[in-house]
């Protein structure tokens, strides 16, 4: 930011409060119910944790949550920034997939050229998607929480109508083995040592170059006048509703990177579309979309923040086949997370239940 | 105040009317003094314990739901009911009652949305009289009448104080409140400055007592040679939500050189005025010029790159991001200029040698660049989009109560750079309120009332004949 | 002319339109207050689930422990959306986080009871609410069983209307989802006609919620995956139905039958689920065009805070 980094590292701790905050209280909540129905939260939450940290399989999980987590994050937090509500992150990742998968069986283009291509393809299709609500808030008032909520269902189904009535037929697959399988040539390249793609470099990438491009880009700074002000922003010639929709197709872009990211990354299922009807597809609430969005509360909306926020969602949801009992207690325990960043002020309030000192 | 009657409160903006009826209706608390009724002294701590007293208040903004009829309106919080289910038979009978008391025809089914505004004012009325009350308030009540509606406002007035209800009538405006009160009480600076019975009262009197002058203010005018033709406004129409006719064929102009005052009692259409030459609203017809060019169709961002400034009305509301910091906030608008940003990517130096110069140059105290403008003193607020204003080195500059709010320090300095502007050969249109002000600063002053000019004065004008000319009494 | 498909298409429909029904005339009351209740799918899953376990608990009681199921279910219903009002209105918690946060949690917590209480196979019976009437002969092997929750899905929309329009609440919640400010300037009280509403809401969505799994299908267990369907769509019959009750209604069938669609018309499973984006598309086509003229109640989503 156009800031003096004089008082950066006290400030980071004091923001941080309500984050660490609701993560303990989410812990506590979780482990109140394993223990009310007999199960030790010590055990659970130690297998867990080393499964996902000390097992190779466990690492690689961790790493490749962790790249569409923290790409969902971006695209719902960036946005945001201008004052939009994206919650359809989920559906405009399902479309990128739909679209890299298509370049992908219907085109056929030289060797480093194809799979961008289809990256290409992904981001603006997730970004199209995007655009539709971004357009009907800016210039129809439509709520784009509403529409976007509308348009993940209609991406999903439509993703699957795609994949049974387009790809599984081109592909000459049986269709009960509900997976495509596509060229070599189209996945993306491993990391060493560990079975996911680099698309965690290209995540990071992203959210790192989101952070430049909010603090010290005239278009990010517009994005953020328009959030926070967008009276005085206008009054000064900046357009809200323009800058409004820029910054949703921004955030349908990126999501849209996601969804290529899943399709064309190798391991865990992954590299066939069979990967987001497992993540992305199936099981709307504990699709990537809206762990995304809670990635990015529990960063506060910070795209450095949600890299962090991002290693913690990702150990969690690599660490749950190592503890298959207790699956859903985590699930309900991210519900918890995003329950308490809704209220900063009510963690506060818990805080100083105890007559502890105030944190202002 | 004796049953019955109708008292006049006039006082300029800022005189303390408004203030006196939120304690009375319970809005604010009272820090010292009384309140009797009927030889009774009373706390009134909230709106609903003044309904119970039998006050009832009728707002300048109202406040009526949009999309429920006339009569759900009336009826909205004192509903006939029983076991929870309205009887609308006896809600009927109860209104149609107070509509032929009170002789304020009005059609109970439309919805309040649908009403042109001269009929909600009607319906708040019976409103608060479908309340109970037996003391009626009404807060600049023919702001937003034309004057056929006024008449029928005036009548029925007079028909309610004959049922034995008192008005209290707030106003600015000298014509009416000789036409309708029985008394009238002038206050000035949260005092009041005399009370006498309309009969003994003229324009004149009021005019004085009303507009008072403190302390005159000296600033350093150079010689008044106005210049090139800056602002040309020839019969601005625009209409607001509230009223069709805002601004009725407006017409003035600034030159270079000069400070040209626009003084009126708020309401009269300063705020359309100001949103209409910056491009943030349309108006309906007429045309603005700027040193030759037609500005009605622009956008904002183009009409501030013909060199005009623009100090907004509410600082934290149209002025300042207050999340930004000051640094932020001085490149507001200005992001895009290649001394500040090179093909989209910001120099945050060169920002920061910027903001470091403005906080500077106008004297903002604040510890460094990086604070956010929430955290401001507002004298520091108003420095700092003066200062981003000026250092734009506008040719035009339009102010438009630029020293609201702010302490007696930041509101003389402030001053005093409109005043160097002016000196320096830029173009200065001050919108303001605080007639103050505008008696110290402008070369001319014009008044406007309800949408038009209706009156110019110079330099050194009478108090006098501002205060006729903001009561709505044009020069003879 | 056989059209026993048209019989079917109807029968399923109607069935398919009752959660859809009444979750839609709950979420309708909540949004008159100005209240977005995202979280709606936690209110159906979650009474959904205490109806099933409710309906096995009391099954040595006979019937009656479907009523009781469903009875357990409208107070769930109710107690989740009050305490989702209160900190929404009185804490001044983002509706839209703690819903999305709410249907989180719903999905993890009512799977974790799922897990420890029962098991996918063998569950033991609860029992169905006894039909009001059935309808045979149609068409050959048709038999539609008129559940009493049709019927209420009827009725509703009527009550609903004269609720909002003829009762001092109903007055109260529409002035309050509107315009807060003129509301509180006439004496109501905003934040308890909201939560109040709400809570009214989640009544109705309970008793849809426990309709998925008392009536449809007593030997089912709730998998959360089923829920979901019908609560967005309520949400979203609310919006296409312009907030009316009758439309709602109208609204919530046609969706109703569009899910029937594909069963009946043996369309196939893959085109199917083309037929399955419609009432999505239908909502946001909806939103476009109508939101400039307004008509949502206009308070919605947005927080009341006091002077």
């Not at chain 1, 980094?5 to 989410?26: D, F, H, N, Q």
């Not at chain 1, 009276?231 to 999501?255: D, F, H, L, Q, Y």
């Not at chain 3, 007055?171 to 905003?190: L, Q, S, T």
Request: aromatic residues 8%; hydrophobic residues 50%.
């Amino acid at each position: 930011m156009i800031e003096t980094s004089k008082a950066r590292p006290a400030w980071i701790l004091r923001a941080a409060v309500p984050s660490l905050v609701a993560l303990v209280l989410g812990l506590v909540v979780a482990s109140l119910v394993m223990v009310a129905f007999g199960e030790d939260p010590v055990t659970i939450f130690s297998a867990l944790f080393s499964g996902a940290l000390t097992t190779q399989y466990g690492q690689s999980s961790v790493l490749n949550y962790m790249y569409a987590y923290l790409l969902l994050a971006l695209a719902f937090l960036l946005p945001g920034k201008a004052g939009i509500w994206n919650v359809g992150g989920q559906g405009q990742a399902i479309l990128g997939g739909v679209g890299a998968a298509l370049i992908m069986e219907y085109v056929v283009l030289p060797p480093v050229i194809w799979p961008l291509a289809a990256i290409t393809f992904a981001v603006l299709a997730g970004a199209a998607w995007s655009a539709i609500s971004g357009l009907l808030e800016a210039y129809r008032n439509a709520s784009a929480i509403v529409t976007t909520i509308m348009m993940n269902f209609v991406a999903a189904n439509f993703a699957t109508f795609i994949l049974y009535y387009v790809l599984i037929p081109k592909a000459n697959v049986l269709s009960y083995y509900n997976e495509v399988n596509f060229p070599a040539a189209l996945t993306l390249p491993t990391l060493p040592y560990f079975t996911s793609s680099i698309m965690i470099f290209v995540a990071v990438l992203v959210a790192v170059g989101a952070a430049f491009f909010l603090a010290r880009t005239t278009l990010g700074y517009k994005i953020r006048a328009t959030g926070l002000g967008s009276r005085p922003a206008e009054s000064k010639g900046i357009n809200p509703r323009s800058t409004k929709v820029i910054a949703m197709i921004i955030g349908g872009g990126v999501a849209g990177l996601a969804g290529a990211g899943a399709v064309m990354s190798v391991g865990h299922g992954c590299g066939t579309i069979a990967c987001y009807q497992d993540g992305f597809a199936a099981g709307w609430f504990g699709g990537f979309g809206f762990a995304g969005i809670a990635v990015a509360l529990v960063a506060l909306n910070n795209p450095i923040g949600s890299i962090f926020s991002a290693i913690f969602f990702s150990v969690l949801a690599a660490g749950m086949p190592y503890i298959y009992q207790n699956i859903y207690v985590v699930w309900a325990m991210q519900g918890i997370i995003i329950l308490f960043m809704a209220a900063p002020e009510l963690s506060k309030m818990i805080l100083t239940l105890g007559g502890r000192r105030k944190w202002t | 105040m004796n049953q019955g009657e109708v008292m006049g409160i006039l006082g300029e903006n800022g005189a303390g009317k408004s203030t006196l009826m939120n304690v009375l209706y319970g809005l604010y608390s009272m820090d010292e003094g009384s309140i009797e009724m009927q030889g009774k002294k009373v706390q009134i701590r909230s709106s609903a314990g003044a309904i119970s007293l039998g006050l009832g208040m009728v707002h300048q903004a109202f406040t009526l739901v949009p999309n429920m009829t006339v009569m759900e309106n009336i009826i909205l919080g004192s509903e006939p009911s029983r076991a929870g289910v309205v009887d609308r038979r006896e809600a009927r009978r109860q209104v149609r009652e107070l509509v032929k008391q009170v002789g304020l025809d009005i059609d109970l089914d439309t919805l309040a949305e649908e009403l042109p505004t001269g009929f909600k004012q009607r319906v708040e009325i019976l409103k608060a009289l479908h309340r109970g009350a037996k003391i009626l308030i009404l807060d600049e009540p023919t702001a937003v009448l034309t004057p056929l509606e006024s008449e029928e406002l005036f009548k029925s007035v007079r028909r309610i104080t004959q049922g034995g209800s008192t008005v209290i009538f707030i106003t600015h405006k000298l014509k009416e409140v000789m036409a309708i009160t029985n008394r009238i009480t002038i206050m000035r600076r949260g005092k009041v400055v005399t009370t006498l019975d309309t009969k003994d009262a003229n324009f004149d009197i009021l005019a004085n007592a009303m507009v008072g002058r403190s302390v005159e203010r000296k600033f350093n005018f150079g010689p008044y040679q106005p210049g090139d033709l800056l602002l040309d406004v020839d019969r601005l129409t625009a209409a607001s939500r509230h009223k069709t006719e805002a601004l009725a064929g407006l017409t003035f102009n600034v030159k270079a050189g000069e400070i040209v005052g626009v003084a009126g009692v708020e309401g009269n259409g300063q705020t359309e005025l100001v949103e209409c030459i910056v491009g943030l609203m349309k108006p309906s017809s007429g045309t603005i010029k700027m040193s030759g060019h037609l500005v009605n169709r622009l956008a904002t961002s183009d009409v501030l790159k013909l060199s005009v400034g623009h100090v907004p009305e509410d600082r934290a509301l149209n002025g300042l991001i207050l999340d930004f910091s000051i640094a932020e906030n001085t490149i507001l608008g200005s992001a895009d200029r290649p001394e500040f940003s090179q093909r989209g990517v910001m120099a945050p130096k060169r920002i920061q040698d910027f903001a470091r110069r403005i906080v500077k140059a106008f004297n903002v105290s604040t510890s460094g660049i990086e604070v956010k403008a929430r955290n401001l003193s507002g004298g520091n607020q108003q420095k700092i989009i003066v200062g981003r204003e000026l250092a734009g080195q506008p040719n035009l500059l339009i102010a438009h109560q630029p020293t609201r709010g702010l302490d007696v320090a930041s509101t003389e300095y402030i001053q005093s750079l409109l005043v160097e502007a002016r000196n320096k050969g830029r173009g200065v249109l001050l919108v303001s309120a605080d007639f103050d002000e505008i008696l110290d600063l402008s070369d001319r002053i014009l008044v406007l009332y309800e949408g038009k000019m209706i009156g110019e004065l110079k330099r050194g004008a009478g108090i006098g004949e501002l205060g006729k000319l903001l009561g709505g009494i044009a020069a003879s | 002319m056989d059209l026993s498909w048209l019989i079917l298409l109807a029968g399923f429909g109607l069935q398919n339109a009752i959660p859809i029904g009444l979750g839609a005339q709950g979420e309708l009351v909540t949004e008159k207050s100005g209240i977005l209740n995202i979280g709606l799918y936690a209110t159906m899953a979650i009474p959904a689930f205490v109806a099933a376990a409710t309906n096995i608990a009391l099954s040595s009681l006979g019937v009656a422990s479907a009523y009781g199921a469903l009875l357990a279910a409208m107070v769930t219903g109710a107690a989740l959306n009050f305490v989702f009002a209160y900190i929404a209105t009185k804490i001044h918690v983002d509706q839209v986080i703690a819903g999305i946060g709410l249907n989180i949690f719903a999905v993890g917590i009512t799977a974790v009871f799922l897990e420890r209480f029962y098991s996918v196979d063998g569950t033991p019976n609860g029992h169905q609410i006894p039909p009001l009437f059935s309808i045979t002969g149609l068409a050959q092997n048709v038999r539609i069983n008129v559940s009493p929750l049709m019927a209420a899905m009827f009725i509703l929309p009527v009550l609903v209307y004269l609720f909002l329009s003829r009762t001092k609440l109903g007055m109260h919640i529409r002035a309050v989802g509107e315009d807060p400010k003129a509301a509180e300037a006439a004496g109501v009280n905003v934040a308890w006609v909201r939560i109040v509403a709400t809570s009214i809401g989640g009544i109705l969505l309970g008793l849809g919620g426990a309709f998925l799994t008392v009536d449809f299908n007593p030997n089912f267990v709730p998998d959360y995956s089923q829920a979901i369907f019908p609560a967005f769509i309520a949400l979203a019959a609310v919006i296409a139905g312009g907030w009316k009750p009758g439309y709602v209604l109208a609204v919530s069938i046609l969706f109703g039958v569009t899910e029937a669609l594909r069963p009946v018309l043996a369309v196939s499973s893959v085109q199917g689920y083309l037929f399955s984006t419609l009432p999505y598309i239908v909502t946001v086509v909806v939103l476009g065009i109508a939101s400039k003229r307004l008509r949502p109640p206009a308070a919605l989503a947005v927080p009341f805070k006091k002077e």
